[in-house]
Structures are given as C-alpha cells and as structure tokens.
C-alpha cells in the first residue's frame, strides 16, 4: 500500500459494512481487509455517515476473521492513512484507509 505521510490516530465505533476477508501474506503473516461504516452527528435530519477501508495485521487480523460479520459493532484503534491510486481512466484519486492497532469487540 502507497501511503503519504499524513497519518492520524483514531478510535471509532465502527458497524462492519463486509465480511473480513483474510490473506496469508508470503511471510507467513496475516491480513484482514473489510469495510465499516462509522456514523457521526445528525446534520439537517441526516445521520452523518462515513465509510473507511480497514486493514489489520496479525493477531487482529485473526480476531477478525473468527469473531467479525458484516452488521457486527466493534471499537477500534489505529491510524488514518491516504492512499493513491489511479482509476482505469488514469484519473489520480486518493482515499482513506484505517490500519488498525487495536481491536475491541462491542457488547
């Protein structure tokens, strides 16, 4: 992943929008890669909505796989980090990603 150096930490309470999916990487590690949406404050009778790629490494990425759903809540941990890429147009578009530090399953 192509990241910028503009990184922010952030705790959010998260409702998974996909499954994880988990990869084995050619060292033996593991990544788990899904979507989830975080709502803020209601502005104009509107919830506040936005939606992040999450990525977790390791041990969260096995908390993920076995304990994750889509629709489940979960607090977590970690940095903000913009990543670039190039559409099939070869238009530059950046997003933001959610690299997770710290992974809590909600009650």
């Known amino acids: 992943m192509k990241a ?7 705790n959010m309470y998260v409702c ?3 499954q994880p999916v988990v990869k084995s990487t050619s060292n ?12 803020g404050s209601e502005k104009e009778n509107a919830p506040l909505c ?4 999450v990525i977790s490494w390791g041990k969260n990425a096995d908390i ?4 994750l759903t889509k629709g489940k809540k979960v ?5 903000i980090q ?8 070869g238009e530059v578009r950046m997003k933001e990603v959610v690299v997770v530090s710290s992974l809590r399953l909600a009650a």
């Open 16 to 18: 998974l929008g996909t």
């Open 50 to 53: 936005k939606w992040f790629r």
């Open 64 to 67: 993920a796989q076995q304990h």
């Open 28 to 39: 033996g590690g593991r990544m788990a890669n899904f979507y989830a949406m975080n709502v």
């Open 82 to 89: 913009k990543e670039e890429y190039k559409t099939k147009k």
């Open 4 to 10: 910028n150096q503009n990184t922010n930490r952030v």
């Open 75 to 79: 607090f977590i941990s970690g940095t």
